[in-house]
Structures are given as structure tokens and as C-alpha cells.
């Protein structure tokens, strides 16, 4: 039924229950107050109505939905507030949830209603996951980037404008608009209420309030209600289908690119091909997702968050919102692959070198700030449960096997990396930690950057999934290797610039002093540019 | 029905119209001649044929299609010419219209017929759109190519042949081969009749015309009738399906590249990802099409043409090829991102200094090309009216804000790279305008290049559409950045080439006069090469 | 039915038949040994045997198969062994076929079960495919990378470990298990027998063999029955549909990198854009499969594989597992596209020069080893065959003629970046053939190698398949240019470097003699390295 038949259905009968069933028996239907609502909304804002009467929040009501076979909830709350259990979610009842709580909360039509609808809001219903997600790296993202320094730096040294003042290059800081559109779209923004704004609306005149870092959907979003996280993340507006957060291109939107190739690695990968292939019958929506029957292949969900099952209904998984409760290694390198960290908050991180990294820029972990070998033999043997499901031993102890391998390896050719840049800094052709200068800002420094932060990443991932040629050509070994030699010209370039200078030392005053003319102390403390003479 | 049965069915019956519905009324069939082309092209091209049994051109007559709900109409004209509208639409009724128009046209049994079906052609059933198409920048992309000197610069330089001789690298100008093979794909060839050609066939000997620049769906094709675009690079032959042309991958055709990224960035947008995990479901052949009863997400066509409508029958975007009626900014930096131009035929633009440059190359606007922040403010009206069907005034205010902020600091950093190319042609270390040498050819121009043409356009294309990562590592700010630096380091490095030679020439002669010794008077007026000692 | 049911029934009825069609004849069912491993493997693997339970193999009998129309089938035998007749093809058909010549084979549960099914196996029901695919390049695939050191030494340079020592790179040659991960995921691995291993299982201890090389299904890997292959690169298990062999995702496994990006570009041609489009109401699974009938666009089958018809039922092509018996041309470019291979066993070839190379360095081919115009002419004219389907001889011819213009200029394009590289290994500033050292060990190697791997067959395959970007921007023309001049720089800093040594040399040593100060004296033998004062 349209909305906008809802909403004059609503007026005709002045507010009262007059939809039934075929059976007499009344079929689930919004509350009074998202009855307002969609008056106007239905009109105001068509597309999400008629997403959100797609969704099964607007097809069944929470105290219908609790009868379910346990398994096959959705929702995790035992007991469902009595004011919400009774109607069909809808827009009320999200966005008038908690309100006092919310400061974005605003005066509307009778209604105290707040815009953005947190992971608090959702836990009315669905606190298991809430909780969950908590101790997802993700739920720490806004923070886990900007309270780490050196990210931060890593962060400005890309989105910061540039400009050339007396033939040098100096650096502003990106303005909080660039942030928000670029690492914080997928991190989260901090939304903040900036105050209120009249506006003439079909209605006349309304008052809205005024957001900052607004809009986002990012993991890590600092909400105006002081939580975290953001479930639209995955969990799309207003549909909310379990069928897309299951479906791989959910993923892609934050983990597409080169720095975390994982969707393009499953694109190509075997089990991407079966899902491209095949996946249009499989079954997007049962819960628990039995393997074999619902689906042929993984998505991302299927190794990292679902609730799936074998044909005797025994859990092959346990779902989870936590996401790294199946990993043992955290392979997206900051500055190396190394275990996972115990906490999703790693602002807390310190290496030995006082560096807010978990390794130190050597390699060596920062241990005490990671898990364990035997808490990473549990991770490993949880998600060897999902392989084991389609695959023998033998070829799964034969994948993991080569994963590691290639964790070792590409930290390997990440040291090496970090060694020509040390001799770089050492020999004071780019500055770096010691001389107090961002380490990110310099061609070679952001050459160093790729080594670790696209092509190991790349190479790792290809592994962890089977993506062939991202662990070769695209962004792959071949880069790794490429690279490395391309360093190494920058360094003897930089090099040849200082003898230059020497040399010109010395034939400018040749016959002054003899001692002068060794050139050892021409060598500038200032990094010489191209444009100071 | 299959082709060649009813090529059967025409000869059993004389021609005469033997079809006839269940109700005993006539269903609609091709005109005599269609079923002569069909008798022979059911089996010479059955891939066509059953392709175009498909469309709607083969299923309804105009007659009967002009009777429907004018709104719902997909041809646009108010009278269909008497001789087209009581059969269907099919080979002969385009491929025989207008022949004497057409340089294309050649006797083929006994029907004078053309190879090239034009805009000119379709607009005898489609004239609006035709109209509007011939406001869209796209119908004289040939032309903004080719008789814009700069581009056409931009494009030799790249698709030339480039070989070794002494030592120096010299350029060829490319083939017309290699013209269609790349550019001209997408922009358009020209396409002219060369002669005949007589062939042996299954029916005997025939001629056939032979064309230059064929074959072509470019967007700006110059036909053999004089008329310029082809409908089909969007609405693809033969089954012209609205299905298709609604589909993002349909623009991907052309637009995916690292210049013009937006299949790419859409492909990972929240938009993209709805489309991509529940389009499936979606009617992509209504018309008007109703937002979120059709669909829940925007694809390429929503936003840029398509008749749109909500729950109540109110429009909310008028269908238009023209297509920049919502578009106040041209992103595609050609060199900075600017006001849209007013005309497009881009190539009468001048800016102040007579290049053909729709902003200085130091980036202000072209003014009187362009349109004016009046005409800027009712397109951006007209486009975020889309938005508010799914988002609110404050989330579609906080968009365009970061949208324009991004046109901004894109264009920043394009200007600091242009500061930097600038220093070396004053430098001497490279050749540009005033030099009389191309901008393109060299390496430092090569990387400015991708300064705009790449960078930039990725991250504005991220802004706008919200594919986050185009904006970040994606050929977005991070390659911004670097390319900066990677520009300064080899300026240093010509810089070094020209020390170089001055020591070197300091040194050799040493002892014949002090004055000689500064250097000044060594610098070469040609750009030093690798290879000329 | 469920597998478990399966098994269940064959428990309560003791193995016999109990399965009967509704008209009383008998279903279709599995042998009484695959009955036993579905026993276990339904729970123990419940992925794959739902996954076989799909497949066209587990619901008729090879008996029942070979009574159809044989245009039609699927299966090649003229006579299916007696023994795998008369049930359908389950687990033990293929894994214990053969069992005496797989290395791989084991004792388990009373059965001679091998791991790794083979082409040899296949061959049973399958023998003309796999003949012809013993004619595919891809079959030799493991030995044309392994056996060539050329080739071999490419891998080994990208995929090796880099170490700085003593400020020198050097490079540890890649692991079995880099390799296995990299480039042998698609060029097949060698698997195996490395021992028996034992294992704790829910039916107690049991034996397995350790295999090396496993897992894998790269096209030509080399088995542990000595068969080169695997039929599961394209026919994926265990449900081996034809839908996904046939639909383009399944070739993008090997085919999307920068080296080989047929997929890339396939998707964005216009084939590719009404498969994306419209495909999904294709017949995938119909054979023969009819042109413009099941489908409207070609896929990578349809062009090189797949058996096509007409509407009169005329072939248009043969199926084809040699898959390059259309293929006149080889446009991955190993150094230069050139005419295809006469034998798939590629390590057979050796240049005049004596490298193991299908052309010369310089683009001569090596005439000897490939095939004839006349072969050439064959293989278009059955190519175009299937273009002429759906259009004209002058498209098709028009097409053709870019094409072949393309793989001219991109080898012009070839041989520029090669004769600067010689330039390079001439002037001492690079090592290569003659210095008997690595010739993609360095970073001006590693851009020519680019300039042949990435960015001409890039070109090309835009030019083959109508991908145009991948032509221009994305790794095509653009990149081919601008590679050139970077390579010219790469020349003239190292020569710089050589320079700069000779007047160090000069100034440390200005009195002692006249004829020292020319600075020939002082090219090094060795190569510069920067480290290296």
C-alpha cells in the first residue's frame, strides 16, 4: 500500500485502526505517531517512504517478530520496550527514541525528534550487536585516525592543499569539509548541532537544526548523542535489507580502494566469480544462512559476519559484529601486518620508540598492545571452521600456510623500504622523525607509503582471498619490487644534488683555503629544493 | 514469432497481412519493406534481428503508441508522418528515411537504404529529445576535440607515434586508425563515404558503400547526413531498450577512465551500492519512472535525464538530453573545474590570453563563455529537488557545501602545478607556450596533465556522487599530493642538468677569462635532452 | 533432496534403489559408492555437495545423457565406460577413476580415492575437450613461465624478496609458496605428494596425503598423474555449471590485471554494457546455444569457446576448448604482439638471437615457431564468422583494420622503449644481455617492461574488444607516451650521475695530468648505484 494512501486513510478515519486482514485479524501497522509522520513524508520525502514500507520493520511488529524460532531472529533483545513492541518500526519510532539524550533533538510538528539515529537508538532492539560492534576497530575509526598523531599527519599530508610561495611548496591543513569528504566519509565525522535554522517549508515556516559534519554514514561516526558507529554503514536506509549488508558491494564502499583492496580482490577471486555468476538465486534473506543451500560461495558476510549453518542446523558460525573475532592478523600494514590488536580503540597504542604504532618502524610488534599466539590460533581456527565447510584440511592448512608466508614476506619488503628511507633521513636528503618533520610529506616518504600501504596491502589481501593478480600486477609483488629500485634512484638523485653543491662550493672558492675545498661542509642542514639556489 | 518465420509467412502469403490477435483485431506488424529486409536479415544478421524483436520499435505501432498517457510516452513527437505510423518500427522505416539526405544511402535490392542511422532520422518520431540533445555538450564532442587546437594537442601527443632517431625521441601524428581506435571512440568519428565496394554474397554480387571512421557510436559522430551525435552510443542498437539506458554501465562506456571516473565512483557510492545489491527488483521500464516505487536509488539517469515523479504524479525532473540543465559546474577540469559553458560548442571559447581555454591557465573563468551564478543557482535548484525526494534540505545543503568546497581546493592544487610548470618553462628546463612547443609532450607536462585531467576529476567526481575512496587513494588527493612533489623533483633535477653543464663548461675552460666563468651565458636555449651531450 | 536425506535413505533401505520417478520409472541416482562418501561428506562438507547436487551431474546418468540430441551435448564420448554409465557422476566416479595412475591416491573408508581430479579423468566422458585444451596455450602454461628463463626470471625479479645491504639492494629468489600465491595461481602449480599425514576426524583417524603445490586450478597446472590442467579454472566445482563458464566473470579470475585486462575491458565495451544490462535474461544453459535467441551480446565464450547457431540452425562456430583457433594474432605482448605460437608449448622457441622470445628484441618475429599469413587468415575469417552474426561485412572489416593498425603502433611503441633501454645497457648506466645480468632487475627495466605488459597490450585489448579507455587513459596511449619520456629522463639522470663522477674525478686530481681530465677513463665498469660513492 502506498504511503500516501496510508496517511489519507489515517485522516479519514481520524487516526483509528481500520486496516485488517483478509482473515479479520489486524495486519501489523505503523503507530500513531509514524502515522504523522508519513502525512507529509510520504510527499516530502517519497524515496525513503516506499524504502522504508519495503523493510521488515514496516511488515511486522516486534512482538510478532520475538515469536520466532530463536535462531532466526533478527532482533536480539529478549524483552522489546512495551511502547515499541506493539506497531511496526517506523519512523517514529527511531527518530523520537531517546531524545533527551540526542542533542540534535528538535521541536517538529508535536514531535520531539532528533535526525541522526545511533547505535544507541538500535539497541532498543538489537543490543547483542550493539555490543558487538563496540569492539569493532570500526566503531573506533573517527578516533583510531584522528587522536593518532602520526595517521593524522599521514591524513593531512594527502588532504591538505599545497601551494607554491617563493618557489617552495608549503602545506595548509585540509578544512573540515575535505576531512569529512575524504578518510571520514568511511571513518565517521564528529556530528555537531551548530543551532537551529527556520525554513520555509510546504508546511510554512520550520525550524531544523543546523549539523555539522553533516551528512555521514562512516563506521566510526562521534554521534550528537556521545555514542559511536554508524549501522546504516552496512545496514542501508530505510530498507535496512539483511540482503544487502550480505552482499559484497556493501563492502566496497569503504573497501575498494588501494590502501584496502578487498573487494576488488573478491571480485576476481574464485568465490567473487561463483557469487557473480550464480549468486542471482541463492537466498539473500534467511536466517541463519545455511551453507550450501542458501548460498555456493562466501560474500564478506559469510567469513566475517553471519550466522550460518550446516544441513543439521549446527552452527558452522556464530554471528557477530565484532568482525575481528575470526581474525588473527590485522594484514592492512600501519606500517606493518602484525596480530590484531586487543583493543578496537589503538589511539592507545604506543610502541617502544613512544611512535603511536603497533609495530616499531622496524617491524618488531608492540606486543603488549596485541593478541597472542594462542588467542590467534582461536581466531585462526574459527574461521578455518567457514573454509572447512567446502574445503578438506589439506587445502585449507594449505591456504593459511601461504597467507603467513606472504605476511612475512611483504613485511620483509616494507623493512626494506623503511631502510632506504632511514638512509634518506640519515644522510639528510628528506627529513623525517628526527629532524621534527612530517613523515609523510616528502616523494620519497609517500613512495615509502605505497610500499606498505597499497602494494603489501594489496599482496596480503590477494592472499588472504585468492585474488590472483592483485598480489602480482595490480598493485601487487611487481609494485613491492618496482618500488623499492625507484626509492633507491630518488636517494642517488638526492644524493647528486649535495655533491653538485660540493662541487660548486669548491670551484667557487678554489683558491681561498685548501682545507675548504673538501666539501664536508657545504653539506646544507636545510633539505635542499630545487628552487633555492 | 522468429524473424525468418514470418519472412516465411510474408512469402506464403504474398505480403498480404495474415496476422491476426486472438480477438480476431490485427496485431501490429512490420511495413512490406521491414519484411523484405527481414527475408534475408533473419538469417545474414540473426543477431540483430532477434535483438531488435525485443524492442518496443517491433512490438507497437506509433499509431497505437501515440494513444497512451502522454506522459508515459517515449516519442515525443505530436504527429508521426503517415507513412511510418500504422506498421511497426523497423529495419526499412529507419534505415530508408531521409535517404537523399544521406551520402550513405546505395541501391540494395531495389530499396534505397542507409548505413548510418542518425539523429536527424530519429527525430522523425523523437524530435524533443533530438533538440534537447543538440544542447548537450556531448553532440559536438567531436568538434570541442578536434577543432579545439590545445586538445586536439593534448590528444596527439598522446596517441602519436613516438620514435628514437639519434638519440631524441620525435613524434608522428596518429592515424586515423588509431584517432578512432581511442579518442574519437567515445567523442565521435567523422564518418564520410569513401566509394563503393561490390561484394559476393549469399544473394550474389552487391555493392555496399565503403566508409571512413566507421564503425562509430560515438556521442559527437559527424554523419554522412551532416548531422552530428548517435543515439545509440546510449540507446544501443537494436533493441533500444529504456532498461539499458537507465543502467549505469551504460554510461561506463565512456565514463569509467581515470579522467572522467564517475561509473567508478558511482560503483562504490551508497547510490551504486543499492543499485548494485537490490536494483535487481527494480522497474527499469516505467515511464514516468516513480521514485521508490521503481526504485529506491539513483542510477546515472536519475539525476542527469530521466522523467521522474512521485507518489502524487508531481514531477520532480522533467526528462532532458541536454542533460547539463542540472549541472551548474563542468568538474571535468579542462584545466580547472569552472561554470558550466553556455554553448556546447566548446571550441569558440577564448580566454583573455586567445588560448581556446574555457579559464585561464592560471584558472579564472573564461566569464563570458560561461554561464552565470544566476543560471548556476537554478540548475543547482533543479538537481537537488532529486535529492529531496530521499534526503533532507540540512543533508542536501551539508553535500553541495562539501561539493563546492572540493571544486575549490581541486582547483588549488591545479593551479599549484601550473605555478611549477611555469617555473620551468621560465626556467628554460622545458619548452611550453612560449616556446611555441606543445604543453603535453614532455614529462613534467605529462604529470600535470594528470594533475587535472586525473586527480582532480577523480576527487571532485568522488565529491559529488559520495564514492569516498576516488576521493582519497584512488587516484584522488593522495596523488594530488604527491604529484606535487614528484613535479618540484624534477624540476630540481633539470636544474641539475643545467649545473651541470655549467661546471662542465667551467672546467674546460678555465684559464681564458673570469668573466665566462658565471655560467649565465651557457644556458641553453634549447631544452637540454638526455642524449645531446 | 537433501544429501543427508540422501544418505539417510540409503542407511534404511541397505544401499539398495528406492528412488522412483512418479511414473514409477526410476530417478535418476548415484552409484552406491558415492552414496558412501555422501554418507559423511553431507555433513563433513555440506558446501560442495550441496553445490554438486546443482550440477547437471548429479541428474542424469552419461546413459540417459547420450540419448540426446547430440548437437546438444555436453559430454563428448561416443562410449561412456559401462561403469560410469548407469548412475549419475557423483564423488567416487571422478575421485577414485584412474586411481593407479594418481600419485595422490589414498586408502579411505575402503575406497582408492585420489585428491586432485585431472583432464585425464575428465577424459572419460569428456575426451574432445580435453584434446583440444591439450592444444591450448593455457595447458602449457606452467612449463611456457617455468621453463623459460626469460619469463622465469621476469617472475623471479617481481616476485623476490628485495634486502638493503650495506646500502645495495640484492634479491632473494621468491619461496614455492610466492610462487603458488602469485603467478602459478593462474599458471598452475606442480602438485605434489609430499607424504601421508595423519589426522584426528570424526570418524577417528584417518590417513591424507600432504600435497605441495595444493591448493590450485591454475590452467595449466602439472598433476599428480603427470596431466597438465584444470578443468575447474572455468568449470568451477563441484556444480560445473555452464552458466559460469560461459559468463565473463569466470575469465576475469586470470584476465583483469594491467597485463592481460581483457575483462576490464569487456565490461566497459559495449558488449559488455548489454550483457551487464540485460544478460540476466539470457539462456546461460541452452546447446547449442543460439546467437540473438539466448543471447544478444557475445561473452567471452561466445568469441572463443562455445558452440553457436543460428536460427536455421547452422553453426556459427565450433565449440573450442584450443580456444586460439580464432585467434590469429597473440596480443600479449611477450615482447611484441605477434602471430600466434604454432605449438602451445611456447618454451620451445628461440629467437635468432638465441632468447627464448617469439620475436626478436627488436620485433622480428620468429617466423619459424609461429603460424602463417594463410593460418592467420583462416583464423580471422572464422573469427569475424561470428561478428558478421550481428554485423555488416564494413563494420567488421573496419573493425579488423584498427585493430591490426594497433598492433602495429603499439609495437613501434615496443620498440622505442626497447631502443632506449639498449641505449641505457650501451652507455653502462644499466645492466642487461650483454652484462649477462637480469634485464627487469632495474627501474628503467621495469617501465620498458610496462611499456609491453601494461600499456600496449592494454592498448590492444582496448582495440580488440571496443574497451576505448583502456586505449586511452586507463593504462593505454596516454601511458605509452608518457613512459617513453619518463624512460628518456631515467637516461639522463644516471648519465648525470656518470658526469658528475668524472668531474669529481677531474677536480680531485686537476695537476697531475692533462690527458686524465677527459673523464672516458672514469666510466665505471660497474654500475653506479647510489650507495656506491
Redesign the interface.
Known amino acids: 500500500m502506498?504511503?500516501?494512501v496510508w496517511a489519507l486513510l489515517v485522516i479519514l478515519s481520524g487516526g483509528g485502526s481500520l486496516i485488517s486482514g483478509s482473515d479479520g485479524t489486524a495486519s501489523p501497522r505503523p503507530s500513531e505517531a509514524t502515522e504523522a509522520c508519513l502525512m507529509c513524508h510520504?510527499?516530502a520525502?517519497?524515496?525513503?517512504?516506499?524504502?522504508w514500507e519495503?523493510s521488515a520493520h514496516a511488515m511486522i511488529t516486534p512482538e510478532e517478530a520475538v515469536k520466532k524460532d530463536p535462531r532466526s531472529l533478527k532482533e536480539s533483545a529478549t524483552k522489546i520496550p512495551e511502547d515499541l513492541s506493539k506497531s511496526t518500526i517506523g519512523c517514529a519510532e527511531c527518530h523520537t527514541l531517546l531524545s533527551e539524550k540526542h542533542k540534535d533533538t528538535f521541536e517538529h510538528n508535536g514531535f520531539t525528534v532528533h535526525?541522526v539515529v545511533t547505535p544507541e537508538d538500535c539497541a532498543a532492539c538489537h543490543p547483542v550487536e550493539v555490543k558487538q560492534y563496540a569492539k569493532n576497530l570500526m566503531s573506533y575509526a573517527h578516533g583510531n585516525l584522528t587522536k593518532n598523531p602520526v595517521y593524522r599527519n599521514l591524513a593531512d599530508?594527502?588532504?591538505?592543499?599545497?601551494?607554491?610561495d617563493n618557489?617552495k611548496?608549503s602545506v595548509r591543513p585540509?578544512?573540515e569539509?575535505?576531512n569529512?569528504?575524504?578518510?571520514l566519509?568511511?571513518h565517521g565525522t564528529e556530528v555537531k548541532v551548530r543551532g537551529l535554522k527556520t525554513?520555509e517549508t510546504a508546511m510554512g515556516k520550520m525550524e531544523?537544526?543546523?549539523?555539522d559534519g553533516?551528512?555521514n554514514?562512516g563506521v566510526g561516526r562521534i554521534n550528537p548523542d556521545g555514542s559511536q558507529g554508524s549501522c546504516t554503514a552496512c545496514h542501508?536506509r530505510h530498507?535496512f535489507?539483511i540482503?544487502?549488508a550480505r552482499?559484497p558491494?556493501?563492502c566496497?564502499?569503504?573497501h575498494?580502494?588501494?590502501?584496502v583492496p578487498g573487494?576488488g580482490v573478491y571480485?576476481?577471486?574464485?568465490h567473487?566469480?561463483?557469487y557473480?555468476?550464480?549468486g542471482?538465486e541463492w537466498n539473500f534473506k534467511e536466517v541463519p544462512w545455511r551453507?550450501?543451500?542458501d548460498f555456493?560461495a562466501p560474500t564478506c558476510a559469510v567469513c566475517h559476519v553471519s550466522l550460518t549453518v550446516?544441513?543439521?542446523d549446527?552452527v558452522i558460525a556464530e554471528r557477530t559484529h565484532q568482525m575481528n573475532d575470526r581474525l588473527a592478523w590485522r594484514i592492512m600494514g600501519l606500517i606493518y601486518a602484525h596480530a590484531h590488536p586487543k583493543s578496537p580503540d589503538t589511539s592507545i597504542i604506543k610502541n617502544r620508540a613512544g611512535l603511536p604504532l603497533p609495530t616499531e618502524l622496524t617491524g618488531e610488534p608492540a606486543s603488549q598492545f596485541l593478541i597472542d599466539p594462542k588467542e590467534q590460533g582461536a581466531r585462526i581456527a574459527a574461521m578455518q571452521n567457514i573454509c572447512?565447510?567446502?574445503?578438506?584440511?589439506?587445502?585449507v592448512r594449505?591456504?593459511f600456510?601461504?597467507f603467513e608466508?606472504?605476511i612475512n614476506?611483504t613485511n620483509?619488503?616494507t623493512l626494506?623500504a623503511t631502510?632506504?628511507l632511514l638512509?634518506a633521513w640519515n644522510k639528510g636528503v628528506a627529513k623525517g622523525v628526527a629532524q621534527n618533520d612530517s613523515i609523510f610529506?616528502?616523494?620519497i616518504e609517500?613512495k615509502w607509503v605505497e610500499q606498505w600501504?597499497?602494494y603489501a596491502n594489496s599482496t596480503r589481501f590477494?592472499?588472504a582471498m585468492?585474488g590472483?593478480?592483485?598480489?602480482?600486477?595490480?598493485n601487487?609483488?611487481?609494485y613491492l619490487?618496482?618500488n623499492?629500485?625507484?626509492m633507491?634512484?630518488?636517494?642517488?638523485?638526492k644524493?647528486?644534488?649535495l655533491?653538485?653543491q660540493e662541487?660548486?662550493t669548491?670551484?667557487e672558492k678554489p683558491k681561498t683555503s685548501g682545507t675548504k675545498g673538501t666539501g664536508k661542509a657545504s653539506v646544507p642542514k636545510e633539505k635542499?629544493?630545487?628552487?633555492t639556489p
Open positions: 502506498k504511503a500516501w510520504a510527499s520525502t517519497p524515496g525513503i517512504v516506499a524504502d519495503r535526525v599530508s594527502a588532504n591538505g592543499v599545497q601551494t607554491l618557489g611548496l585540509p578544512d569539509g575535505t569529512a569528504d575524504s578518510c566519509y568511511c525554513k531544523f537544526p543546523v549539523l553533516w551528512p554514514q542501508t530498507q535489507a540482503e544487502m552482499k558491494q556493501t566496497s564502499e569503504c575498494k580502494g588501494p590502501d573487494y571480485e576476481v577471486s574464485k567473487g566469480n561463483i557473480s555468476s550464480l542471482k551453507i550450501g543451500r555456493t550446516n544441513d543439521a549446527e572447512l565447510s567446502c574445503h578438506s584440511e589439506g587445502w594449505g591456504q600456510s601461504r608466508n606472504t614476506t620483509e619488503m626494506t631502510k632506504i638512509e610529506n616528502e616523494a609517500k600501504l597499497f590477494a592472499s585468492a590472483a593478480d592483485y598480489g602480482v600486477f595490480a601487487g609483488r611487481w619490487s618496482k623499492l629500485q625507484e633507491m634512484d630518488w636517494l642517488e638523485f644524493l647528486q644534488t655533491k653538485l662541487l660548486q669548491t670551484m635542499p629544493k630545487a628552487t
